[in-house]
């Protein structure tokens, strides 16, 4: 009789054997844009995600974040929209490194409500921005306040 710990361990082997091998459909590969993450400024991080012209504020993007964060390396945030022909939300903090926190991509099946959480290095303007099909983008901005940064600050 296999023990559960050999059945793991072969289907460990086995998942390891697939993905080495690229018998893994492309589907699960999932389409990762490095250089957007890599970018200085919002901005840079938003051309960098494609979009065309200047992001408008807008009431149907929301951004759910604390006032204040104790603690800059757990900072939780939510961001959704009501907004039609949305292809990615997207989490900003200004201030960081790399301003690109987080991308979502929005398809039909799936509801853009979204919740993660992020390194804060200090107080900042955090940005929830929807970027439509015709790679225009509308935000929400809230700033945060971090007591105790979390990118070793």
């Known amino acids: 009789m ?18 080495g091998s690229g018998l893994l459909p492309q589907s699960a590969l999932a389409a990762f844009n490095k250089a957007a993450f890599e970018v200085n400024g919002v901005n840079g991080a938003l051309k960098a995600l494609g979009v065309s012209g200047d992001p408008v504020a807008s009431g149907d993007v929301t951004l759910t974040a604390p006032d204040i964060a104790e603690n800059g ?8 929209t009501k907004l039609p022909d949305v292809k990615q939300l997207v989490l900003l903090v200004e201030k960081n490194p790399f301003a690109l926190a987080a991308v979502f991509d929005v398809t039909p099946e799936v509801e853009a ?14 940005y929830a921005v929807a970027i439509t099909k015709d790679n225009k983008a509308y935000f929400a901005k809230k700033e945060v306040k971090v007591t105790l940064g979390g990118c070793g600050g």
């Open 2 to 19: 296999q023990t559960r710990r050999q059945t793991l361990k072969q289907s460990a082997a086995v998942a390891a054997l697939a993905a």
């Open 73 to 80: 390396a757990v900072v939780p945030f939510a961001l959704s």
């Open 113 to 126: 409500n979204f919740a993660t959480r992020s390194k804060m290095g200090e107080t900042s303007d955090v």
